[in-house]
């Protein structure tokens, strides 16, 4: 009999304020009395404070030792994924493809994800301290590495943009608050670990908020016009092969660096993520001040959606194996 496929709940509430966006647009909208620009600007500041007061110092320390993992993961989230978007380029510059194509690689360009990589790797009985570390410091990584990826090609779009902004906006956002966090670990950590819950919903609320407005916008300036239902279905593919391939070089790589059941696991898992929290973040820094984000979160929000459910079956599977062959043995 076929498992029940459970579609996540978070997928859901991004499916319900796009819907939002288009049906009721007024608090989000360029009129609209709510401060939202304010609102969704100091809950990204909360969201990396919060980040910093929970970064496991422990698991970060213990995770130094297995450097050929942390380099695979590393390179596989900031290196592999870009240069496979990046050979395109030459094909879609100076078309009405360009702005897509930058959309691809913004979400090629960004960090992992923490917490789902973590529960998968936990699941799939994987190395759960070296994903915590990499999870952990691809996020702060990629407040480097993102920017630098896209800058060049935002140059080259039609659209401007305020590069002193967009760095002051990276500073005062996310680095600052970030720092704050770490500082403050001392005195604040025992209460970020006991209201982890509530400041996991406090996050994924800011990231509907930024989704909302995002679309909000889009929609007003009738952004999506621009996007047929065929290039639609050919995002959803090429999203799909981008992962299919991503996951198929991580395994070949772990096998080339000998790794071993668990580092493997980890390797696929964490190498293959993108965070769907630092692309709402990075999207208002570097697109903010324009009426694309909804069309650069496009391909993230699939991807988040398809790795979601992809690396849950496979968690589950490779978990169950595992606790049979210990039953055997």
Known sequence: MLKKIRIDSFVIAIVISILLAYLFPQLGASNSPVPMNLISSLGIS??????????????????????????SVQGSTFLLFPLLILPFFPLVKDTSYEILWLAFLFMAALPSTVSSSVVM???????LPGAIFNASISGIIGIILTPIWLLPFIKQTDVAFDFSAIY????????????????LRKFLAAWAMKHKRTLNKF??????????????????????????????????????????????????????????????????????????????????ALFGQTNIVGIILLPLMIYHA????IISVIATKKGKELMEIEELI
Not at 121 to 127: E, I, R, T
Not at 217 to 231: K, N, Q, Y
Not at 306 to 309: K, V
Request: charged share 15%; with cysteine; aromatic share 12%.
């Open 46 to 71: 909360f969201i990396f404070f919060f980040y910093g007061l929970s970064l496991s110092s422990q698991a970060l320390r213990d995770g130094l030792k297995n450097w050929k993992l942390h380099a």
């Open 121 to 127: 790797v936990s699941m799939a009985k994987g190395n």
């Open 168 to 183: 002051l906006q990276l500073i005062t956002e996310i680095v600052i608050p970030l720092a704050l966090g770490l500082l």
């Open 203 to 284: 996050d994924k609320f800011i990231i509907l908020l930024i989704i909302y407005k995002s679309f909000v916008h889009s929609f007003e300036d009738r952004i999506f016009s621009s996007v047929s239902l065929l290039e639609m279905l050919v995002m959803v593919a090429l999203v799909v092969v981008l992962f299919v391939v991503v996951y198929a070089l991580t395994g070949w790589i772990g096998k080339v660096l000998k790794f071993n059941h668990a580092d493997q696991i980890t390797n696929q898992f964490c190498g293959t993520k993108k965070s769907l929290v630092h692309g709402t973040v990075f999207s208002e």
């Open 306 to 309: 398809l790795q979601i459910l």
